[in-house]
């Protein structure tokens, strides 16, 4: 990972802020998020739901609806450009071309109405300027490199005629098409069951090594974080709360939230049939607490957590949290 990290990131977060303007008051979905991806690497993202994941994702190929989003503040480098201040006819070469989205629900995303391979092949036809039998070809082969059998049939097929793990490799085929330099994956494994879910899990890291792209992989599932990172970032209520890689998260969890969620899985070592959970709920964006939004649900918290925002501070090399009290410390409440 110390050799990762001396390369110039791919892509480059700072400061971002995305916020929704409702009849309910101001929703931070995004509040000041910096964060880097390099090249070749998985960065994990983990939280609960209405955490921010998503729309910080969506966020960087300028994807949030305005209105009601609007980008308040940030920049989002990318390969040297900064995605909010491009063009949309520069935006259009970028999105499904050198980023690429794979969503959590493929039925949702692919048209019912077209075949498989069309839908492939109108994504080669835009962004490389393919002629429709160029672009059938490669979509024959995009189909055959995520592994799905008899490729040259699955084209002619309508989405609904495949089961939910084939979809979901379409979804990917047609993400990887192009060879996009950074693959964004929102959650591809958990509309699957256990089994489709390894082979998926499994695929995307041997395609990660393939075509050699970076990958930003949303989940809440600590498992498959652990299978597909080399670093995590947790976020909560629509900030970082932590950032390091994946065995320190694992091994040396320091924000409330990182403790809570890592106890939160399920222990094979013990006989209890009983879950730790975090107490509480994910805050309403639009009525946060006053001070760190984490503090009602924390057992740790004192008059300076609920009074002020701790900054998000290196407290080891390349291991940042946004705490007061990293690791849980105790104190006199003060």
Do not use: W
């Amino acid at each position: 990972m110390s050799e990762m990290m001396e390369k110039k990131p791919l892509l480059e977060v700072k400061n971002l802020k995305t916020y929704f303007h409702s009849a309910g008051g101001l929703v931070k979905a995004v509040d000041d998020v910096s964060f880097d991806v390099y090249e070749g690497e998985t960065l994990g993202i983990v939280g609960e739901s209405g955490c921010g994941k998503s729309i910080t994702c969506m966020s960087l190929a300028r994807l949030v609806e305005c209105p009601p989003g609007k980008y308040e503040g940030g920049e989002i480098l990318f390969d040297g450009q900064d995605m909010l201040k491009i063009s949309d006819a520069e935006l259009r070469k970028i999105r499904g071309n050198k980023i690429s989205y794979i969503f959590q629900e493929p039925m949702t995303s692919l048209n019912p109405v077209f075949k498989i391979g069309k839908q492939i092949e109108e994504v080669l036809r835009v962004h490389r300027n393919m002629s429709k039998e160029e672009a059938k070809k490669e979509a024959i082969h995009a189909l055959d490199l995520v592994r799905i059998p008899n490729p040259e049939r699955i084209v002619n097929e309508y989405p609904f005629a495949l089961s939910g793990g084939m979809r979901q490799r379409v979804m990917i085929a047609m993400a990887l098409a192009c060879s996009p330099k950074l693959l964004v994956a929102d959650e591809p494994t958990t509309a699957l069951d256990v089994t489709i879910q390894a082979q998926v899990l499994d695929l995307m890291n041997d395609l990660k090594k393939e075509i050699d792209t970076s990958i930003l992989f949303i989940t809440h599932d600590l498992s498959v974080i652990a299978e597909m990172a080399d670093r995590v970032m947790v976020m909560y209520a629509g900030k970082v709360v932590e950032l390091a890689d994946v065995n320190t998260i694992f091994e040396k969890p320091l924000h409330p939230y990182t403790i809570g969620l890592i106890s939160s899985r399920p222990d094979m070592s013990t006989t209890s049939d009983r879950l730790n959970v975090i107490p509480g709920n994910v805050p309403d964006l639009s009525d946060l607490p006053t001070g760190c939004a984490f503090n009602p649900r924390c057992p740790y918290a004192s008059d300076k957590c609920r009074e002020g925002i701790s900054e998000l501070v290196e407290v080891e090399p390349n291991h940042f949290v946004r705490c007061y009290y990293p690791g849980g410390e105790k104190h006199d409440g003060n």
